[in-house]
């Protein structure tokens, strides 16, 4: 299967196409049986390692996948920044709807330490489905912001090359992805039977989800058919705790990760605003999905401080109090805290990290405003790898539709 180029860094406005350098050089071993679920505050069976305040609790079961990033500070300000990057392109996008210059947006705030550490858990060979709110997956896959807002603004010929980046363009039908990453993941078992191609494993697939999709059937049905087959799939659930303005505690009486027991996956929860927890569980994930170790369920419990999308209006549904709450467990406030208690973070080094930001931020609306409108008729040509003659009929039709609106003056349009 096609895979990511060799290049594994990009300069931080450069095109789509290569991916972010993200943290997949971990050689550790892997822990036998299932993935221990039990974090350091000891809540609710949580992986936890750094608390809200930024204080590093040690865990020899989960620090063993941190050798490489926990003692390196480069590492340590590249998830820092990641997630400082696409919350400022996130917030710009939202402002750019707010001003007319997207029909709509899915934020993603308050969600970027489940994503950025999930994301660099990722080996370069392998290949994500997401939802819509991805952003910052995609940002480290390599994928550009002009071409996550795109389709936003409603360009026909929008998304990006999946194979460019190993991920595949946003699902808006809520879990539908799901049947989609493991089919892909049963398609690696099956390439894996006539040449592995690695000493550590095949290739494994993530799909990310939120809590709302997991009262969807083909969800479920994801789950029974990638149990059955031992697919190298790593499915990874951020609870933000609301399906637009249905509370989690409505959607299921139990924990989510609960329900991995029933269809036979292996299921963790992770505190989804730690980064180093998330980076963690899921390269133990990935690692047991590769190594033959079959399916994981990952429940990133996590909140949506925003709205749904920009048409929502979540002060309808939830009070003050509770969005203050999560405020307070900022992911980006604490692993800013313990870089700074470790003098990683300086005054510097955070202005740097916030100008990086600033300037993604402005080129996005820069080139949002450059984006020229692809010829109506090109929308025929990527829908099928060959012309065919119904296609073809089509096409004329629609041709002779546009050419009904064709002033009389040659070249006009009205």
Sequence with gaps: MPGITDSTTRDDLSPAGTAR?????????APDG??????ADGGAGTVRLLDPDGVRHPSPEHDRWLTDVD???????????DMVVVRRVDTEATALQRQGELALWPPLLGQEAAQIGSAHALRRDDFVFSSYREHGVAYVRGVTPLDLVRGWRGVVTAGWDPYAVNMATPQIIVGGHALHGVGYAMGVLADAEHDTGRADGTAAVVSYFGD?????GAVNEAFVFAATWSAPVV???QNNQWAISEPVALQSHVPLVARADGFGLTGVRVDGNDVLAVLAVTRAALHR???GGGPTLV????YRRGPHTTADDPTRYRGTAEVEAWERRDPIDRLSAYLRDRDVLTDAADAHVRDVAD??????????????????LSIFEHVYAEPNPALAAERDGYAQYLAGFADDVAGGAR
């Design 21 to 29: 350098e993200n943290l997949t050089t971990h050689e550790a071993g």
């Design 34 to 39: 299932r993935l221990a679920d039990e974090g």
């Design 71 to 81: 003692g390196d500070d480069r590492a340590l300000l590249r998830l820092l920044e």
């Design 212 to 216: 709302g999709a997991m009262s969807q």
């Design 235 to 237: 499915f990874f659930c």
């Design 289 to 291: 999905a590769r190594t």
């Design 299 to 302: 429940e990133a419990v996590t």
């Design 359 to 376: 300037r993604m931020a402005a080129a996005l609306r820069t080139d949002l405003a450059a984006i020229e409108t692809p010829p109506p």
